[in-house]
């Protein structure tokens, strides 16, 4: 009867360690989760079409539909990364009676690739994720996303003050970080 109940228990202390993964997480679903945000998304996402000029964007959606919004510094609009056609891009703007006025536009393929400054070294991927080339760093970006024309790093919110091919500038409420294209 005694060994009975010890087997029992012994046997119930691995079905917990297994169903726990000895302790460990997958941190990229945790950092997956921690991207979820409470507020909802004002940002249509789509390709840059062939109709696009230099004060005018055309964009296929996401959802196949072709939107048309006029780029007008005067009246507000922040086009970061260039328009090229076939480049995907994230767009927040306001109607007017005028038509679409984009707000804020960010050219997500000039955003992907290999960024470096004095503390990071980091790689953004198409498919959401980033690699870090800093093996001693102490939180390294792992994922990315956009929300409301911000781009979010793991859980860092950031505006995008420029976005060139060969320089990036991020600020939030910690400061402005500048990284160029390695």
Not at 44 to 72: A, N, P, Q, R, W
Not at 116 to 127: A, G, P, R, Y
Not at 134 to 141: F, G, L
Request: net charge negative.
């Amino acid at each position: 009867m005694k060994k009975s109940i010890i087997s029992t228990a012994v046997l119930g202390c691995f079905a917990f360690l297994a169903s726990c993964n000895g302790g460990k997480t997958d941190n990229a679903d945790a950092q997956r989760d921690t991207l979820k945000s409470e507020v909802a998304d004002s940002t249509v996402y789509g390709k840059c079409g062939e109709g696009s000029m230099m004060h005018t964007l055309e964009l296929v959606t996401d959802e196949g539909k072709t939107l048309t919004f006029t780029i007008d510094e005067e009246k507000g609009s922040n086009v970061q990364g260039g328009m090229m056609s076939g480049d995907r891009m994230a767009v927040t703007y306001y109607k007017t009676a005028d038509g679409n006025i984009a707000h804020k536009v960010i050219n997500l393929t000039t955003l992907l690739g290999r960024w470096t400054s004095l503390d990071k070294n980091f790689t953004i991927h198409e498919d959401g994720s980033i690699e870090s080339s800093v093996p001693a760093e102490s939180k390294p970006y792992t994922v990315w996303t956009i929300c409301n024309a911000k781009l979010i790093l793991n859980t860092d919110t950031f505006e995008v003050l420029t976005l060139g091919a060969d320089s990036l500038e991020l600020e939030n409420s910690k400061g402005i970080f500048v990284y160029k294209r390695q």
